[in-house]
C-alpha cells in the first residue's frame, strides 16, 4: 500500500512533531509512509473566508501531489474534512470555466482516498492497540470538524483506551466547541475567549494531566488559555501519543 502524509500547512508551519509522530506510528505498524514535497494548503482558510476562486488552483495541486496513492493519511481532522466534503464543490465550480481540465474526475479519485489519522488505523488498519505507552491521565477534546463533519465517533477515544498505561479522564459537555474556529478567532476574539474559557474549565475540572485532540489548531487555542490561567496541564497532538512517549507537551 504507497501511503503519502498530508501533514497541512499549519502542522507543517508550527507543529512539525505532529507530522513526524504520524510517521512513526505507521513504521511501528509496519508501513512506509511517502512525503509528496509539491503538497500545500488545501484551502480551508481560504474557502471559510468566502475567496472560493482562490481554492480552485489549491484543489488542482492537491490532486496532481498525491495523485496514485492508495492512501492519504492526515493528523487533522479539520483538512480532511476540507477535501472529502468541500473539494468537490470548488471542482463543479471550476467546470463552466474549463480553467483545470477534468478537475472533477481528479477530485472523484483521490479524495475518497483522504483519511483523518484515527479513520486510517481503525478503519482501513482494523487497529485499535498501536503498541503505544502513555503512563499518564489524558482528557480527549472532541474538535467540531472531526464530529460535525468527519464523523470519527468514539475512534480517537479506542485508540487511547488502549494505550498501555492511558488513564482516560471523560470531559463534561464534550460535544461544544472551544471558541477557535479558525478565523473566527480572529474575527471573534472576545466571543472566542469566551467560549474558549467555558471549555478550560470543563477540560480542567477531569483532573488530567494531558490534554490531547485530533486538531492542533484547537488545541494551540486551549494550550494557550490553560497557560494564561497558569495550569500546569500539558497539551499534545493524539498523534504524538500514539507514538510513544513522545516530544515534551507544548503549551
Known amino acids: 500500500m504507497r501511503i503519502a502524509l498530508f501533514i497541512t500547512c499549519f502542522n507543517d508551519a508550527l507543529f512539525p512533531d505532529v507530522g513526524q509522530a504520524v510517521v512513526r506510528v505507521l513504521r511501528r505498524l509496519g508501513h512506509e509512509v511517502e512525503f509528496p514535497a509539491a503538497q500545500t494548503c488545501c484551502g480551508q482558510m481560504h474557502f471559510n473566508s468566502g475567496y472560493r476562486d482562490a481554492c480552485i488552483p489549491l484543489v488542482d495541486g492537491f490532486t496532481a501531489a498525491f495523485a496514485g496513492y492508495d492512501a492519504i493519511v492526515t493528523p487533522s481532522p479539520s483538512c480532511a474534512a476540507m477535501v472529502r466534503h468541500h473539494h468537490a464543490t470548488l471542482a463543479a ?29 481503525v478503519d482501513v488498519l ?25 464523523g470519527i465517533g468514539d475512534r ?24 477557535f474556529g479558525g478565523t473566527f478567532a480572529v474575527k471573534n476574539a472576545d466571543t472566542s475567549i469566551a467560549m474558549g474559557d467555558d471549555k478550560v474549565a470543563d477540560i480542567l475540572s477531569t483532573g488530567a494531566e494531558v490534554l490531547t485532540a485530533a486538531d492542533t489548531s484547537c488545541l494551540m487555542h486551549i494550550g494557550g488559555l490553560l497557560s494564561r490561567s ?22
Do not use: K, N
Open 93 to 121: 465550480s471550476d467546470a463552466a470555466t474549463r480553467a483545470h481540465p477534468d478537475l472533477q474526475d481528479r477530485v472523484a479519485a483521490v479524495t475518497p482516498r483522504v483519511y483523518e489519522l484515527t479513520e486510517f488505523l
Open 230 to 251: 497558569g495550569s500546569p496541564m500539558r497539551v499534545m497532538h493524539l498523534a504524538e501519543i500514539l507514538a510513544g512517549p513522545g516530544p515534551e507537551a507544548r503549551r
Open 126 to 150: 482494523g487497529l485499535t492497540d498501536v503498541g503505544a505507552s502513555f503512563p499518564h491521565t489524558v482528557a480527549f477534546h472532541r474538535t467540531c470538524h472531526s464530529v460535525r463533519l468527519l
Open 156 to 179: 480517537p477515544e479506542r485508540l487511547l483506551a488502549a494505550v498501555d498505561g492511558l488513564t482516560l479522564s471523560p470531559v463534561p459537555r464534550a460535544d461544544q466547541c472551544c471558541g
